[in-house]
């Protein structure tokens, strides 16, 4: 098939490039090469199998032509840093929002050409997990009180009777509540492609991401996901620094299954018009993951425990992934003492800036 990735350059982008490359099919790649992201140098691992076309997908005419013979779309470009859209918001629903609604006008046009849509969404979206209560039952609570963080008090309490409630694995059903500009317009992104994708009858399929983690996601990049940015650090012998008490607690999915479930996507029509959890049901709290990636590394080196709170971080989120097993049969296959050592293979042969995103969120106030 022809298939256009935009954002085919980025960190998941360009593994879904790869793996469809060697599945034989014909990839297009459309992506802007942020510089916070690729570093004056660039990626140095686009794929020479597929066709580069170097540009912003809000350029209505570039999008255009990328859309030229294409049967199916993976939708991957993105701006990520979820502290950073706090404060540069034109510039993330510029190129989330504003991009989608451009790439969808362009399908519009050309509908009966394209076959399918796969659009990457994100646990963010949810807010908070799920929770359970041991009096109250399941509880779907919004994001902690202020007043709360200011305390230092960290676990979620029942909003009915005030007892410390207990993580529960995520599903799909769970109420959104996004709670950063970022979490918003992935939000808003999953809903325009479905929609449009209905009204239209162009099969979307929406992926939200739990964290992702594996080689090529950005060192340097200070608003990177927490793995790449501990990684960095080691590397340069430095601590990583990490938010709260570090137990709040995350479900991280090796990239290589991301593409796994971005191929299913493509494979079956099951998950047609429906939004699945990608992640791997099983969670680690932030300081663990700071400890295993120094062990990875073989560096002597504790994380510093700052107690401060990001605005907008959440505590605790795992997925279930039981939509995605019936739908996809999807089957997260790299666990974590594999994927680590696997990332830190390519982690030990880069080179990491010394950029940090605690600065210019403190002067925002965003972290305190
Ligand atoms: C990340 C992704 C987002 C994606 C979402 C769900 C990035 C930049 N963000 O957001 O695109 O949609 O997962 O897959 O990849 N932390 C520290 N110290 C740091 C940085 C982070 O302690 O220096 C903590 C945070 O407070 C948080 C956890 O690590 O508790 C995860 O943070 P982060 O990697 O930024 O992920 P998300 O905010 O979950």
């Not at 912003?56 to 991957?76: F, M, Q, R, T």
């Not at 929406?206 to 996901?225: C, D, E, I, K």
């Not at 995605?324 to 800036?353: C, F, H, M, N, S």
Request: glycine residues 8%.
């Amino acid at each position: 098939m022809n298939i256009l990735v935009t954002g085919g350059a980025g960190f998941i982008g360009s593994h879904i490039v790869d793996a469809l490359v060697e599945q034989g099919h014909r990839v297009r790649i459309l992506d802007a090469v942020v510089e916070q992201v690729h570093g004056d140098a660039g990626p140095q691992y686009l794929n020479p199998d597929a066709e580069f076309i170097h540009g912003d997908v809000c350029d209505a005419n570039l999008v255009k032509s990328a859309l030229e013979g294409i049967d199916v779309v993976y939708h991957k470009a993105a701006e990520v840093g979820v502290g950073q859209s706090m404060y540069e918001i034109t510039r993330y629903v510029r190129a989330n929002d504003l991009g989608t609604a451009v790439l969808l006008e362009e399908i519009v046009k050309r509908r009966p050409q394209i076959q399918k849509l796969v659009v990457a969404s994100s646990m963010s979206i949810y807010g908070e997990g799920a929770y359970s209560c041991d009096n109250c039952g399941p509880i779907q609570p919004n994001l902690r009180p202020l007043s709360q963080l200011l305390e230092r008090d960290w676990e979620l309490s029942c909003p009915k009777c005030g007892l410390k409630v207990k993580p529960v694995p995520t599903n799909e059903d769970k109420p959104l509540f996004p709670s950063s500009v970022y979490a918003i317009s992935k939000q808003d992104q999953e809903q325009f492609c479905l929609v449009v994708g209905r009204a239209y009858e162009i099969p979307v399929v929406a992926l939200r991401y739990f964290n992702v983690y594996g080689p090529r996601q950005a060192l340097s990049n200070p608003y990177t996901g927490v793995c790449a940015i501990f990684s960095g650090r080691l590397l340069n012998d430095q601590a990583p620094m990490v938010f709260e008490d570090g137990e709040q607690t995350r479900d991280f999915v090796h990239v290589s299954d991301i593409v796994q479930a971005n191929l299913l996507a493509l494979e079956t029509d099951r998950a047609n018009y429906q939004t699945l959890n990608i992640g791997t049901g099983a969670a680690i709290s932030i300081a663990d993951i700071a400890l295993m990636l120094a062990r990875g590394l073989n560096k002597d080196i504790r994380p510093e425990i700052t107690g401060k709170y990001r605005e907008g971080d959440i505590r605790h989120c795992v997925a279930d992934i039981s939509r995605a097993r019936t739908l996809l049969g999807y089957e997260p296959k790299v666990t974590l003492a594999d994927g680590i050592p696997e990332l830190l293979e390519w982690v030990r042969q880069q080179q990491a800036a010394e950029k940090t995103q605690i600065t210019e969120l403190e002067q925002y106030q965003l972290v305190r």
